[in-house]
């Protein structure tokens, strides 16, 4: 990712929105924090509940993981239905952008889009095209890239220079045909994670954050934010 570089979004529901609605998503789901991932507390998250998604730091130990995960599938496959939406990530620090659009475009028979949506619009006009061509149609988009940057100064912390190294990830989690995805741009295929149900997708999607927890016990900087009902 030696090309574009933006600047990072932060994890935080109300920047989601923003970039979002600028996009033409209309307000009928919304982004929401997750405080836990025990029982308790996702029971506080409203539903029914259509993508998760998780903030995470990169250490050495999840990337030695990542490449053991992606090696073993590589070897042993797996399946993922076709109607999976999924793009590679070219452009430096777009991963908040990113999981959005993974969470909007596999959910796009919940959301409602405004007429003129520029979102609405890169999704079917990349709907066809593989998981590269969709990350070079992204490095051209610009009122995407106008929106990510305007987003990304909307946040509580001060968005850092677009040079300074950024060690956290965005990734998404979404329910189609009935199972649950993984979706990471710097991964080369979605991770299937087993069978879920719209009453079941977000526990098992807490599920697998905790796994990414308790690969680096030491970490604090995790953030869990779900995308529900209005």
Not at 28 to 40: K, M, P, R, S
Not at 59 to 87: C, N, P
Not at 109 to 136: G, I, M, R, W, Y
Request: aromatic share 8%; with cysteine.
């Amino acid at each position: 990712m030696d090309g574009q570089r933006w600047l990072p979004l932060e994890a935080n529901p109300d920047v989601c929105e923003v970039f979002l609605r600028q996009l033409g998503l209309l307000p009928t789901w919304q982004f929401g924090d997750v405080y836990g991932l025990d029982a308790e507390l996702l029971c506080m998250v409203p539903r029914p509940v259509c993508a998760v998604l998780l903030l995470f730091p990169v250490t050495e130990k999840y990337e030695s993981f990542r490449l053991e995960e992606e090696a073993k599938i590589k070897s042993q496959g797996q399946e993922v239905s076709a109607d999976v939406y999924f793009m590679k990530q070219t452009i430096g620090n777009a991963c908040g952008t990113i999981g959005l659009i993974h969470a909007v475009a596999n959910n796009q028979d919940h959301l409602e889009f405004e007429p003129d949506s520029p979102l609405k619009k890169f999704l079917v006009e990349s709907s066809k095209l593989n998981p590269e061509e969709k990350a070079t149609f992204l490095e051209k988009d610009e009122s995407i890239r106008v929106t990510h940057e305007s987003s990304a100064q909307e946040g509580q912390t001060e968005a850092p220079s677009l040079d300074e190294k950024v060690d956290l990830h965005f990734i998404a989690f979404v329910k189609v045909g009935g199972h649950l995805y993984e979706l990471d741009g710097r991964k080369p295929f979605p991770i299937a994670h087993g069978k879920t149900t719209q009453d079941t997708f977000l526990e098992d999607s807490a599920e697998v954050c905790k796994k990414f927890m308790a690969r680096d016990p030491q970490e604090l900087r995790f953030t869990v934010v779900a995308l529900s009902k209005a």
